[in-house]
């Protein structure tokens, strides 16, 4: 037998917070930062220890021990300490995959501030690697790959040591840790370890590495403390003449040394979610649905607002408070990190990240708010008039769709108009308030004066005009013409100028008016039993899912630019798993459905609304299709739609195959999921719902709205034998899990023709909206979060009307717009078609154009027009002269 070197690899997993709170582990962090610097600075023969991938635990560190950077700073630069390249490691299917773009970003700046970020893509843990990964990696710089989760071992090929590539055809070195990150945990030299333990994983390792010699063998855990002893249990393993030869090492020197020796050709393509080895956990994926909805909203606000609008305002020379992005993006960060946003945690934890979220939420809509007056404000003096509406356009693209916004007025009645003409608009709801009182001050003391009321009138209107990231202003102009109320009728069908919606029986039928095809019983729910626990949903044998009541129509309106309809249906539940059992429905819950129809939309939005009082089930929304048996689905994963199988050909047998998991073909979506045959196009486009499996025996697509389970740690579940996840010997409650709360839950359905990729992710972003709108009005101080407050505004005019910058093809789809360096601007560009497409970007300045990488660092100069391949991103950064 050759000897083989083994490369003995001294880590840490750490996980910020789980079972245990943040709280917990920031003083374990300090005692084993504390206890590592001491011995890495006095142990020559312990080289370098791996902190995880992470940079986050220095900011954390140097809270408590700020005289310890320096320290820090000479370990990191000799690559002794290894951090980064993440900030946190985030589980990637379920976040926005600009924040996984930026959490990296953000890691490696810290580290490299250190003295250097380490090069490898660092996955120890997460459950699924998002199909990207591979090109954004090399896009950083990012030589190596290393990750555990996601592989199945007939896609190895007889090697552990692999080429990982991306959509884009850009692949990375990559090692598979077949054996997760702790085989070498317990590292010893005596006969009871090595006969048992040691000899028989390097014996496998050794036969799954056909093309080296080298045996890469992790030696950590979760929140372990550095094991000082490594170096000596090394010494005495090189003396007992095995056929290996040990050595301490790190990630980057077995990647740099093994792919040196070998260029290994095999390639794995795409997304990794496989659970043969190691769960991936599919079905955490609804578990708390209010953080998966909660994060949505945040990214959403960050990424599709404010960071657009932070470009217009500076380039108007607002002033805002600018360095705060980094820290609002960072507690993201931290809401993102794995099993936080997967919400497999104690409730204390899961308690944090949301309220951690809702927080950079608050702060977003103040930023927002403060941008957006100080532009309208000078818009304002420009027009001379007091009473204005403000329409931003955050996208780069023309805004051709209504826009919802809130207005304000002293009559009932008003016009919108701009240049002269007014423009029809449509209240959506509209209610009367009290004005209050106005304390005034006088020598006899205070004195209450009442104050007129008002209207605050929720209105849809349309805007064709507005070009890629500008804004355009519009007067409100009060009437006290009488206004005509119109009541909600008990109409049993709307519809818009695609489709028509009719409530047939207590079904909802969709029907396609260009076709006339027919779509009866649109949508049911249904509920089953879950017997598992926050980490993953399990069946309850002999279980039957249970399903709604028809639908009863409760209001329904048709206005000039939409129609709306709510619905209620009540489903009758078992309290909890001990009345599942038994088969006793003792719960009733009233599910409270609206659907609209917009004019030029061509899709349904569908809102549920419902409070649970139920435990231990899941509750799904099936959507009948067209699509007979479909073998598969859609969905969008960065800048490309992953094509992914309804029925897995992984399922049969895979307990007498030691599968970890069942391989159910649940999946996540970042935006939507789409169905497909050679006639028709069945899309879902959500937010904040992540979870669906296709079940092609029914011609139905499934969401999942919410699981309700109330531990954290269950041994043995159908779909998931032997011990609970993570936790060994204990059981958390989660009753915070069960959800017993108000959601609400918002989503679009469109069945068409079939639709090219591109159009479909058009149609997420229309969804998605990425629009602003802003009243500059004095009767309301409270709808907006700074409204109140007296804050400095700018003294220079603006005009009524701008614009900066338009991209001139539409199949050119936008992943971000924000403030680049100084007087620069960022932007990445993306083409999900299968055509090459040229583009240009056009503004009334002139343009200095480069292309860059995902760390900013200018690549070559750009003009005229830019080609962009099929299923590829561009990272832009432009300069506009004014």
């Known amino acids: 037998m050759t000897r083989k070197d083994v490369y003995v690899v001294p880590h840490c997993h750490w996980d910020a917070e789980w079972y245990f709170t943040c709280e917990d582990s920031h003083i374990l962090l300090i005692e084993n930062i504390d206890y590592l610097l001491d011995l890495l600075e006095s142990r020559e023969d312990f080289p370098s220890y791996i902190f995880d991938g992470l940079s986050i635990v220095l900011d954390e560190y140097l809270q408590i021990r700020p005289e310890n950077a320096g320290r820090l700073r000479k370990l990191i630069r000799e690559r002794r300490l290894q951090v980064g390249p993440w900030y946190t490691q985030c589980d990637s299917l379920?976040?926005?995959?600009?924040?996984?773009?930026?959490?990296l970003q953000c890691g490696i700046n810290i580290a490299e501030g250190f003295g250097h970020s380490m090069n490898i893509g660092y996955m120890p843990d997460i459950f699924g690697q998002h199909t990207w990964l591979p090109a954004l990696y090399r896009d950083l710089g990012i030589e190596y790959c290393v990750l555990q989760r996601g592989v199945y071992t007939d896609q190895l090929d007889g090697d552990l040591n692999f080429k990982w590539q991306a959509p884009n055809q850009v692949s990375i070195a990559t090692n598979y840790l077949y054996y997760g990150y702790g085989p070498g945990k317990f590292l010893a030299a005596d006969d009871d370890y090595l006969t048992h333990r040691l000899l028989p994983i390097l014996q496998r390792l050794g036969e799954m590495n056909s093309?080296?010699?080298?045996?890469?063998?992790?030696?950590?855990?979760?929140?372990?403390?550095?094991?000082?002893?490594?170096?000596?249990?090394?010494e005495k393993l090189n003396q007992l003449g095995l056929p290996y030869h040990f050595k301490m090492a790190s990630y980057e020197d077995y990647m740099e040394e093994t792919w040196r020796e070998h260029d290994f050709s095999h390639t794995i393509e795409g997304e990794l979610y496989a659970c043969q080895k190691s769960r991936i956990h599919r079905t955490c994926h609804s578990t708390r649905y209010d953080i998966k909805r909660q994060t949505w909203q945040t990214e959403h606000l960050l990424l599709d607002k404010l960071e657009p609008l932070t470009v217009i305002a500076s380039q108007l020379n607002i002033h805002w408070p600018e360095p705060l992005m980094e820290e609002?993006?960072?507690?993201?960060?931290?809401?993102?990190?794995?099993?936080?946003?997967?919400?497999?945690?104690?409730?204390?934890?899961?308690?944090?990240?949301?309220?951690?979220?809702?927080?950079?939420?608050?702060?977003?809509?103040?930023?927002?708010?403060?941008?957006?007056?100080?532009?309208?404000?000078?818009?304002?003096?420009?027009l001379g008039e007091s009473n204005i509406l403000v329409v931003f356009n955050c996208d780069l693209h023309p805004h051709y769709q209504l826009v919802s916004a809130v207005v304000f007025t002293q009559q009932q009645n008003f016009t919108l108009s701009r240049n002269g003409v007014t423009a029809a608009h449509s209240v959506v709801s509209q209610q009367r308030l009290s004005g209050g009182q106005r304390v005034i001050v006088t020598a006899a003391g205070e004195k209450l004066e009442a104050v007129e009321d008002y209207w605050r009138s929720e209105i849809l209107f349309p805007v064709s005009d507005l070009n890629g990231l500008g804004y355009q202003t519009w007067q409100v102009n009060?009437?006290?013409?009488?206004?005509?109320?119109?009541?909600?009728?008990?109409?049993?069908?709307?519809?818009?100028?695609?489709?028509?919606?009719?409530?047939?029986?207590?079904?909802?039928?969709?029907?396609?008016?260009?076709?006339?095809?027919?779509?009866?019983?649109?949508?049911h729910f249904s509920d089953c039993a879950d017997d598992g626990d926050e980490f993953d949903f399990a069946p309850l044998e002999h279980d039957t899912p249970l399903t709604a009541s028809p639908f009863k129509v409760i209001a329904a309106e048709t206005l000039a630019h939409t129609a709306w309809m709510t619905l209620e249906c009540s489903l009758q539940l078992p309290s909890d798993i001990t009345h599942r059992r038994a088969k006793e429905r003792d719960q009733s819950m009233t599910i409270r459905t609206r659907l609209e129809l917009r004019q030029g939309e061509n899709w349904l939005r569908v809102q549920h609304e419902l409070t649970n009082a139920a435990c231990d089930h899941r509750l799904r929304v099936h959507l009948n299709t067209p699509i007979s048996s479909p073998q598969f689905s859609w969905a969008d994963q960065g800048f490309s739609l992953v094509r992914r199988e309804t029925v897995s050909r992984y399922v049969d047998g895979w307990r007498e195959k030691g599968f970890v998991e069942k391989p159910v073909p649940i999946y996540t979506m970042e935006n939507g999921v789409f169905l497909r045959d050679d006639t028709h196009c069945v899309g879902v486009l959500t937010k904040g719902i992540k979870e669906y499996e296709v079940l092609p025996?029914?011609?139905?697509?499934?969401?999942?709205?919410?699981?309700?389970?109330?531990?954290?740690?269950?041994?043995?579940?159908?779909?998931?034998?032997?011990?609970?996840?993570?936790?060994?010997?204990?059981?958390?409650?989660?009753?915070?899990?069960?959800?017993?709360?108000?959601?609400?839950?918002?989503?679009?359905?469109?069945?068409?023709?079939?639709?090219?990729?591109?159009?479909?992710?058009?149609?997420?972003?229309?969804?998605?909206?990425?629009?602003?709108t802003y009243q500059f009005q004095a009767l309301n101080t409270f709808e907006e979060r700074l409204e109140r407050f007296t804050l400095p505004m700018p003294s220079a005019p603006?005009?009524?009307?701008?614009?900066?910058?338009?991209?001139?093809?539409?199949?050119?789809?936008?992943?971000?717009?924000?403030?680049?360096?100084?007087?620069?601007?960022?932007?990445?560009l993306f083409n999900p078609g299968e055509q090459e497409e040229t583009f240009s970007l056009t503004s009334p300045y002139a343009l200095q154009l480069w292309r860059v990488s995902l760390?900013?660092?200018?690549?070559?100069?750009?003009?005229g027009e830019i080609t962009l391949r099929p299923c590829d991103y561009l990272t832009l950064s432009l300069a506009l002269a004014q």
């Open 328 to 382: 609002l993006w960072k507690k993201v960060f931290s809401a993102h990190a794995h099993n936080g946003i997967e919400a497999s945690n104690a409730d204390a934890v899961n308690h944090n990240i949301i309220h951690r979220l809702m927080g950079v939420e608050r702060s977003a809509l103040s930023l927002i708010n403060l941008l957006k007056k100080k532009i309208s404000h000078s818009i304002a003096a420009t």
């Open 478 to 523: 009060e009437t006290a013409s009488a206004v005509s109320v119109s009541l909600p009728q008990l109409s049993q069908s709307i519809e818009n100028d695609c489709y028509r919606v009719d409530i047939d029986n207590g079904d909802i039928t969709l029907t396609d008016r260009h076709s006339g095809e027919r779509y009866p019983a649109l949508l």
């Open 697 to 772: 025996e029914n011609n139905a697509l499934a969401l999942t709205l919410f699981r309700s389970v109330g531990l954290l740690g269950k041994d043995d579940t159908p779909w998931r034998p032997g011990r609970a996840s993570g936790i060994n010997n204990k059981v958390v409650p989660t009753p915070d899990a069960q959800m017993l709360q108000t959601m609400v839950f918002d989503y679009a359905v469109f069945i068409t023709p079939p639709q090219s990729d591109t159009a479909l992710f058009s149609a997420c972003t229309r969804y998605r909206e990425r629009y602003l």
């Open 798 to 828: 603006q005009k009524l009307a701008a614009e900066w910058l338009s991209l001139s093809n539409p199949q050119i789809q936008v992943s971000l717009c924000k403030p680049g360096s100084i007087g620069e601007i960022t932007l990445r």
């Open 855 to 863: 760390r900013d660092e200018k690549q070559e100069p750009l003009s």
């Open 94 to 103: 379920l976040i926005r995959t600009e924040s996984l773009i930026r959490n």
């Open 211 to 234: 093309h080296t010699d080298n045996l890469l063998l992790p030696c950590g855990g979760d929140q372990v403390l550095p094991n000082a002893l490594f170096p000596q249990t090394v």
